[in-house]
């Protein structure tokens, strides 16, 4: 359960972790963007301009709104009013802002470490090899589409359904993960994650995603309205165009067969409301449930292809999808089936192709289902794409240069307070039963927070690089995470495992694991600032920290105990309390529009509003305590509380593009960033802090305020 989803741009690779890529990706770099996004001036090593240095974004406030009717336009309206979101970003924000400077030291760490002559087979010799074999765009273009060849000759091989069913079982990778980074979209039929055993965590389970869609979600191919009956047409268009420039002939015909299978695969897959339900969706299935539940595809071939032979329990998350789309398997056409491989085969690597291929899958990619103007330029998703392959090689050049032990320690320090202000939270609890809170205190007490970089590294010797050769290095990246992962299946669990690399600005918690990682890139200003006010720490990373922690106990992580087990460790009476409070959350949100024919979808996003809420209540109380008992001194013209809640709202500016976010209500389980903004209605201090009155937009009497820790 992450903190935010990152803006930037759709630049899709396909090694990448693929929901990054679809909602819209990381690190993607333009040259300016340090203060209000305006592009024209140069990197200052500050993220937010002002904020870094003064404190609070002053300029960015707008006065002539009143902060009870609209927290957000009152604290960034002017930033809003002025920015301009840069031409290859579907979005811009304070997390868009440091995913740029992110980036930009991470191209100058690569290519200094290019410079060097590394020893082949060095980990710095891995990074340069990548970055310079992505950047070699006259190589790529003269060598076409051969690297693809051997591929596509085996997809044109295909003569029956077993080897159909291997061809298949070849593309799995582990590319999705449901209840850490919630990622749950891959374009690969199926998709592989493996992660602890939910009734037994001493082990690793394999569990086996929907998947197959080129599209965000299965919304795309269902929903009649006409903006989503245009983007159809559009996207049919991109695969008769991929499918042409691959030299495949008839390819209207071709690719109008190949979105009915897609369609038909999106009408069997499962929205994202039933996926982020855990309890319906831990499935154990043994190999044999395979054949008698979902026949059609020959699974021995498929396990075999995948190297999953030896495993024979599984856990099926969406098993409606499961049985539909091996059922299509058997009874769509063998050439509809063999035209979706070849497809999906240049889409799923188009960016590591020559630059026909780039530019039309970007049209629909970015522009298309992002409203994305301009494709960054090439260094910036020759970042990306090294992140993705060798991201903790990056990650340790990284934090050696931006990330000193003493923001460490002070970040750690903030953790253990705001884990101190969540017990005492929990003891005051009106409604909580005793033996539950003596629970939530145990399982708070082994909580696993790991800050800025993982205890011990990953070791990327297997992994071959190759210099020149782009696409191969790619598709050997993805294949050595697929292994890397694998090899877990009958190892111990490894609770100080990391699933973001430390260059990322994004935080997450790992409900299963009980562990927190807060990655080193979301630990800067203004996030973070050791000399910031401390009020503004609290109100900004604190939040960030609260956030992940009320994740272990939210309505997800009420299910899981401190071991991880999957086993509701609340009464009847707490759980009737805590589903009141969330149905109360979720109407709050269902009432936002962005759009008049679009609202927030309250149940989608009702866990992460909740890790709002309860954070910053928890970040509000960790704030209060660190003052033992004395008053904040007013800085820039502000009272230590409302420096706390504008440092908080000041970190959710965005501007974003009408068709990303769009696409985001859809997909993304965190809801747009102005009501996030927002969810300081639901706080009694926010109300004193800025005198907010009845009759105000915002205003809830006070029991209209959701208070769930
Ligand atoms: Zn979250």
Known sequence: MSYCTPNGQNVGLATMNLSRLIISSLVTILVAGACAGTGNRAPTGSAAGDAATDGLDVRGIDRSVAPGDDFNAFANGTWIRTTEIPADRSAWSVFGMLDELTARRTADLIAETGRTEAPLGSDARKVGDYYASFMDEAGIEAKGLAPLKPTLDRIAAISDATELARALGGTLRADVDVLNKTTLYTDNLFGLWVAQNLNDP????????????????????????????????????????????????????RAARVFEL????????????????????????????????????????????????????????????????????????????????????????????????????????????????????????????TDAALGEVVGKLYVARYFPPADKARVEELVRNEIAAFRVRIDGLPWMLPQTKEKAKAKLAVLQVGVGYPDKWRDYSALEVVRGDALGNAQRA?????????????????????????????????????????????LQPPNFDPARPA??????????????????????????????????????????????????????????????????????????NIADVAGRAAAYDAYRLSLGGKEAPVVQGFTGDQQFFLSFAQTFRQKIREPALRQRIVIDGHAPAQYRADTVRNLDAWYDAFGVKAGQALYLAPQERVRVW
Not at 207 to 224: H, I
Not at 481 to 502: A, F, I
Request: no cysteine.
């Open 478 to 522: 993805a294949l050595f995470k697929y292994h890397w992962n694998l090899q877990k299946l009958g190892q111990p669990v490894d609770r100080s495992e990391w699933v973001m690399n430390p260059q990322l600005v994004n935080a997450v918690n790992l409900p299963a694991m009980n562990a927190l990682n807060f990655p080193a890139a979301i």
């Open 202 to 253: 001493q082990r690793y389970s394999p569990f086996l995603l929907q998947g197959g869609l080129g599209m965000p979600d299965r919304d795309y191919y269902l929903d009649p309205s006409q903006r989503m009956a245009d983007i159809r047409e559009k996207y049919k268009a991109h695969i008769s165009a991929m499918l042409k420039l691959s030299g495949v002939t008839d390819s209207d015909a």
């Open 535 to 608: 009020a503004m720490n609290y109100g900004a990373v604190g939040a960030v920290i609260g956030h992940e922690i009320s994740h272990s106990f939210d309505d997800q992580g009420a299910l899981f105990d401190a071991a991880g087990r999957l086993d509701n460790w609340w009464t009847e009476e707490d759980l009737a309390h805590f589903k009141a409070s969330s149905a109360q959350l979720i109407r709050q949100y269902d009432s936002y529009r962005p759009f008049p024919d679009l609202a927030v979808n309250g149940k989608l996003t009702v866990s992460e």
């Open 262 to 385: 897609e369609r038909r695969i999106a009408q069997v897959h499962s929205s994202r409301v039933d996926t982020s339900d855990v309890l319906k969706s831990n499935n154990h299935w043994s190999r044999q449930d395979f054949h008698d539940r979902a026949p059609g595809i020959p699974w021995q071939a498929f396990f075999a292809a995948a190297g999953l032979d030896k495993q024979y329990h599984f856990v099926v998350w969406q098993p409606g999808a499961v049985t539909g789309i091996s059922a299509l398997v058997r009874n769509q056409p063998l050439s509809t089936w063999k035209d979706y491989l070849t497809f999906h085969a240049v889409e799923h690597v188009g960016n590591f192709l020559p630059k026909a291929f780039v530019d039309e899958r970007f049209n629909f990619q970015g522009k298309v289902l992002t409203g994305t103007p301009a494709l960054s330029e090439r260094w910036k998703r020759a970042v990306e794409a």
